[in-house]
Structure formats: C-alpha cells, structure tokens
C-alpha cells in the first residue's frame, strides 16, 4: 500500500484531515504522566491507562521503534460536554478499521493510538477485569507520555488549550507505521 492508496483508505473511514510525519518529531515526557495522574479522572480506572500502561521510558523506546507515523486531526463543538464520549468512541473505532487495513496491506507494525482513552466499551471494566474489546483496546497519546500538543505543533498543526466546551476541541490520533 502507497501513501495515496492510504490515503484513500483514511478519507473512506472518515479521516480525511491527516499528515504524514517522522516519528522523531513525536514528543514524549515524564510530565505527561504526571498530568494524567494528578488531573485526570481516568487515571488508574482503565486497563488502557496509566499506571496500567509501561514506564514513559518503555513507550519513549516502543515509538522509536518505528520511523513513520500519521496523525490525525478531529475537531468538534459540542453543547453537551458529556457528548464527546460517544463522539471519540466512534472515532476511535475508525481508527482501528484503519490500522486493520495498513496492517493487511502488509505493514504487519502498524499501530493505532487513540485520541483519548480507551472507550470502546462505554465503561471499562477496569485494571482487575477481563477487557472485553481486547483485540481493539489501544492507549492514548497522553497514557503513553506522549505530549500531544508538541507533536501537533510538530506536524505543522496549531492546537491550544481550550477553555470553555463551547471552543472548538482538538483531538489527535496516530498511526505508527513501519
């Protein structure tokens, strides 16, 4: 498969707005993982979260492995803050169709990070439980260390933080590639 038979398989499962980029330029650091455990509610309730996620330094070494990736970009308003769930779910499974189609066009490493956590099930049934989407449950760029806003900023995209569920939310997705 070439970048544009790619291409075409990202815009017919609804990933039209993409960039392929080095997977240097992908940015990772220790105080990601501290944001998601000192900020965020997931943080410890799901099997595709840290702390049930490798060390930064494993996920730092997992991404070197590979020297290609594609992000992708998701932007959407929303009144209902609590609508984003079902939105991201929807992406995400979008997502895993297209790792399933790179993987069998013959990039046997291809890999799906979702762009937030695992919410395939709607409710996880956390790090104790037997996960029922494990064939598709993929971790996010924030559960992996990586700093999603400077690998954006990396591949040429403007992000900031958003203050108000009113402002336009920007969400990102990567597909490693080898």
Known sequence: MNEKEMK?????????????????????????????R???????????????????????????EYSRAVIFHFSISLEDPEARHEWSRSINRNLLKIEREVFLSGFYKAFMIFIDPCNLCGEC???HGECREIKGARPS?????????ATARNAGYEIDVVKDYADAMNRFGFLLIE
């Open 8 to 36: 075409a398989v990202f815009e017919e499962n609804g990933c039209g707005d993409f960039r392929f980029m080095d997977s240097a330029e992908m940015v990772t650091g220790q105080w990601v993982r501290m944001k998601c």
């Open 125 to 127: 049934v956390g790090p």
């Open 38 to 64: 000192f900020g965020c509610d997931e943080y410890g309730k799901g099997m595709m979260c840290p702390p049930n996620l490798p060390s930064v330094a494993d996920c730092r070494e997992f991404l070197g």
């Open 141 to 149: 760029g924030e559960g992996l260390g990586m700093d999603v806003f």
